[in-house]
């Protein structure tokens, strides 16, 4: 029996104070998006800086063939997240939401640490890149785990009416994460010359986010599981998975989709492209992310909270449509050579339909299964959604040399939008319903 299963069936378990109840659930809110905050910006930060990381770990490959080797090793940390999050998504459902927060903020840290300090290929060869491919894997696995089981926790410790709300700022966190890396990458290019950044300071951001990792951990701690995994242990149920969960797993990876695909379209790989193929300088590049990322932190939980209000569904389905249409378009002027500003102005516009849709994804998924499998639920469809997720750099930088279209990577966000829209049309509004 766990330390959480114990406390639960003590008397009096659950008779809680209202202000007890909502103190507990504001440090959860912290624990949860301040953690998954700082993950995700050790996560994202090896995106921003791919094409200096080109450099040090795959310098005898040409520029093309580094960037798909590199690009390669960004969507190896989203091959392992299938694997960590039926590992820890299942734990999850057992062991606790809290425990397993823990342990994946731990395995970030180390996967960044080893990123931070490892030797480059100049000094020590081939084990350069198979130590950046070991630690992928890592953060891969903490992913994996991170985003099931912090989704489950926050939309069992929702208020009633805002899981939507709950569920926008899971999604600002992870964006705030990636903002962060974003700033600090743009902050570090600006401050240091092209050749201080390929020799030394690229290591900055890495080292920078493995010393803020103790904060996470700390105030991951310190908090407690909700009160329905309490509720469920108390009872001393085994969780178990359920004859419709392969339905809907495929439905909520479907939903995922967008919510990996066309945010790091948008976002993650979005600098890369715009340097590769739209002639804007790195620095200025990453300064328009930093400003589409916070975009993403401020609106999130705005189209969360409307969904409560309003329902998921229909919501979801505008945005996936106004993708379908206007992905391809966007992609052709950035690539025509426009201006800064015009860039700047598409990014920010494609930044805002896919946070329409994003905002809901979290609440929605989460609410597709039962507290028995909703973090391993959550958990494997966020994963499987991110193994098309991790590798759109990858396939985009093929599909341009395959095609010779350097617009032929707006196909990717229209394939997820499509892919959304098909799962969500024959799918129940579960907004104004009880979680099971």
């Known amino acids: 029996m766990t330390h959480e299963q114990s406390l639960a069936t ?130 891969g696995l903490a992913a994996g785990g991170e985003w099931g089981n912090a989704a489950a926790f926050l939309a069992e410790w929702a208020k009633p009416g805002r899981r939507g709300f709950y569920g926008g700022l899971l999604l600002a966190s992870v964006s705030g994460g990636l903002l962060l890396g974003s700033g600090v990458a743009a902050c570090v290019s600006t401050l240091l010359s092209p050749e201080q950044m390929t020799d030394w300071g690229w290591r900055i951001p890495f080292l920078l986010g493995a010393a803020l990792i103790p904060v996470g951990l700390y105030m991951r701690r310190n908090v407690q599981e909700p009160p329905k995994f309490r509720a469920q242990a108390s009872a001393g149920e085994v969780p178990q998975h359920q004859t419709a969960f392969p339905a809907l797993l495929l439905r909520a990876a479907c939903i995922c989709l967008p919510l990996l695909m066309a945010s790091y379209m948008v976002t993650v790989y979005m600098p890369s492209y715009a340097q590769l193929y ?10 328009a992310n930093t400003c589409a990322l916070a975009l993403t932190v401020v609106g999130a939980p705005i189209v969360g909270l409307m969904s ?51 905002g809901a994804v979290p609440a929605t998924v989460t609410e597709l299964f039962p507290t028995s499998t909703r973090a391993v639920g959550a958990a494997l469809a966020n994963a499987i959604a991110g193994v098309f997720g991790g590798f759109t750099p990858f396939i985009s930088t093929w599909l341009i040399k395959a095609s010779g279209s350097v617009a032929s990577p707006a196909w990717l966000v229209v394939f997820c939008a499509v892919a959304a829209l098909l799962a969500l049309v024959g799918m129940k509004e579960m907004a104004h319903r009880e979680l099971t």
């Open 10 to 139: 003590q008397p009096g378990a659950f008779a809680q104070s209202p202000s007890r109840t909502a103190s507990e659930r504001r440090r959860a809110v912290r624990a949860g998006i301040i953690g998954n905050t700082l993950e995700w910006y050790d996560f994202g930060v090896y995106g921003f800086l791919a094409t200096v990381l080109a450099k040090q770990f795959f310098p005898e490959s040409g520029q093309y063939i580094g960037l798909l080797q590199t690009f390669g090793a960004f969507g190896v940390g989203f091959l392992a997240r299938p694997l960590g999050s039926i590992l820890l998504g299942r734990m999850g459902d057992i062991v606790g939401r809290k425990a397993v927060l823990t342990l994946t903020i731990l395995m970030m840290a180390i996967g960044t640490i080893a990123i931070g300090v490892v030797p480059t290929y100049e000094r020590i060869g081939i084990a350069a890149p198979l130590v950046l491919l070991i630690a992928r894997v890592l953060q």
């Open 278 to 287: 739209g002639s804007i300088p790195r620095s200025m590049a990453l300064w």
């Open 308 to 358: 409560d209000l309003y329902g998921r569904r229909r919501q979801m389905l505008i945005c996936a449509v106004l993708l379908i249409v206007m992905a391809y378009p966007m992609y052709w002027l950035i690539a025509s050579g426009v201006s800064f500003s015009a860039f700047f102005a598409i990014q920010m516009l494609l930044t805002a339909v896919v946070v329409g849709f994003n």
